[in-house]
């Protein structure tokens, strides 16, 4: 996805929310059909819009890919205990985890789990690989865990908009 730099955001009114959930639903809706929508002129939408992606609220446009259509069958949630959570030790897994292609998400957590990873990969050895570099050659990992996912029950969900 490409990201566009974030600029100065100024407040969303009902408008922009509005607008907002209906293109989180379906980025290509036509301005004129989300005009429609919301009451105001396919101009206005394409103004606010446009405010919200210089703005970065709106970060980018992205095409969701099924899984299944593709060989990647391996979904896993995995925990990832640091030796410590000093701030180089903490940077520099966030960088080695957000350069993984296999890491779809990274979050940096409480709670005594230092990350909470979600990857993706074709199969089980290419998961022990990535496991093996990431985690097990990493002098930076204490330890992990992995939870291997049986079926993906809800992905892709847009935010929700106040």
């Given at each position: 996805m490409a990201v566009r730099p974030a600029s100065p955001q100024r407040p969303l009114d009902s408008f922009d929310r509005a607008i907002l959930r209906i293109v989180q639903r379906d980025a290509r809706t036509p301005q004129r059909a989300i005009a429609e929508a919301v009451n105001l002129s396919a101009a206005a939408v394409q103004r606010r819009i446009a405010a919200m992606e210089a703005s970065g609220v709106i970060r980018g446009n992205v095409a969701v890919v099924d899984p299944k259509s593709i060989p990647l069958t391996i979904t896993a949630i995995v925990e990832v205990y640091l030796?410590?959570?000093?701030?180089?030790?903490?940077?520099?897994?966030?960088?080695?985890?957000?350069?993984?292609?296999e890491v779809q998400q990274c979050y940096y957590v409480t709670g005594g789990t230092s990350f909470i990873l979600i990857v993706v990969t074709t199969d089980m050895a290419a998961y022990q690989a990535l496991t093996q570099r990431l985690f097990e050659e990493n002098d930076s990992v204490n330890r992990f865990r992995s939870l291997i996912a049986l079926d993906r029950v809800k992905t892709d969900a847009p935010l929700i908009i106040p």
């Amino acid at each position: 996805m490409a990201v566009r730099p974030a600029s100065p955001q100024r407040p969303l009114d009902s408008f922009d929310r509005a607008i907002l959930r209906i293109v989180q639903r379906d980025a290509r809706t036509p301005q004129r059909a989300i005009a429609e929508a919301v009451n105001l002129s396919a101009a206005a939408v394409q103004r606010r819009i446009a405010a919200m992606e210089a703005s970065g609220v709106i970060r980018g446009n992205v095409a969701v890919v099924d899984p299944k259509s593709i060989p990647l069958t391996i979904t896993a949630i995995v925990e990832v205990y640091l030796q410590d959570e000093r701030a180089e030790t903490v940077q520099s897994a966030k960088a080695r985890f957000q350069s993984e292609p296999e890491v779809q998400q990274c979050y940096y957590v409480t709670g005594g789990t230092s990350f909470i990873l979600i990857v993706v990969t074709t199969d089980m050895a290419a998961y022990q690989a990535l496991t093996q570099r990431l985690f097990e050659e990493n002098d930076s990992v204490n330890r992990f865990r992995s939870l291997i996912a049986l079926d993906r029950v809800k992905t892709d969900a847009p935010l929700i908009i106040p």
